[in-house]
């Protein structure tokens, strides 16, 4: 099973700052296989990146994401206030697995 | 458009079996690429994928779950359904179902999500 770790577990920013969110595999995934997900309260998660940097639909472009083998990075370059939030990295393998997360909150 | 909408108990008591249902609109489970999956959450943690059906009836599991597990499809009322036996109180969670598109390799539409709770 490859295991995901996120860091910061939480990140302590002000709107308009720049956020960076890390996910790191026990073991290389490959690029197409790595998917971030955004979480608010009480709301099921929303895909944001897949294939490691392509945005899904409607994502603004102050996301984005980077990274490959077992080191992946999200990105959000001026932060909103809508984008506090809590956000999952997650791989597909055998099993799908996700990350712990990274909670983004309002410094 | 899509939609997926989950449904069953919100409380079972330790050692029964749950039963959830994932009843969906907007596309068909037996379109080819498609599939249904099943993910929860507990409170305050994070995510776990549980299972996968697709649509040509292929099923995938979580191995550390398998055994406990069962997936399956009733493509003319457009519902897939989950059952998780001997439930414990830690898998109080909340269970989501959510679609996924081959050769896509993540979920792209969820349901929003039904709250189960594990207490005698």
């Known amino acids: 099973e490859t295991v995901l770790t996120q860091s910061p577990g939480t990140l302590s920013l002000s709107p308009g700052e720049r956020a960076t969110l890390s996910c790191r595999a026990s073991q290389s995934v490959s690029s197409s296989h790595l998917a971030w997900y955004q979480q608010k309260p009480g709301q099921a998660p929303r895909v944001l990146i897949y294939g490691a940097s392509s945005r899904a639909t409607g994502i603004p472009d102050r996301f984005s994401g980077s990274g490959s083998g077992t080191d992946f990075t999200l990105t959000i370059t001026r932060l909103e206030p809508e984008d506090f939030a809590v956000y999952y990295c997650?791989?597909?393998?055998?099993?799908?697995?996700f990350g712990q997360g990274t909670k983004v909150e309002i410094k | 458009q899509i939609s997926l909408k989950e449904s069953g108990p919100t409380l079972v008591k330790p050692t029964q079996t749950l039963t959830l249902t994932c009843t969906f609109s907007?596309?068909?489970?037996?379109?080819?690429?498609?599939?249904v999956g099943w993910i929860r959450q507990p409170p305050g943690k994070a995510l776990e994928w549980l299972a996968l059906i697709y649509w040509d009836d292929d099923k995938r599991y979580n191995p550390s779950l398998k055994s406990r597990l069962t997936i399956a499809k009733d493509t003319s009322r457009n519902q897939v359904v989950l059952t998780v036996t001997n439930m414990d109180p830690v898998d109080t969670a909340t269970y989501y179902c959510?679609?996924?598109?081959?050769?896509?390799?993540?979920?792209?539409?969820w349901g929003q999500g039904t709250l189960v709770a594990v207490s005698s």
């Open positions: 997650q791989q597909y393998g055998s099993p799908w697995t």
């Open positions: 959510a679609h996924r598109t081959l050769p896509d390799y993540f979920f792209d539409y």
């Open positions: 907007g596309f068909s489970l037996s379109t080819s690429g498609v599939g």
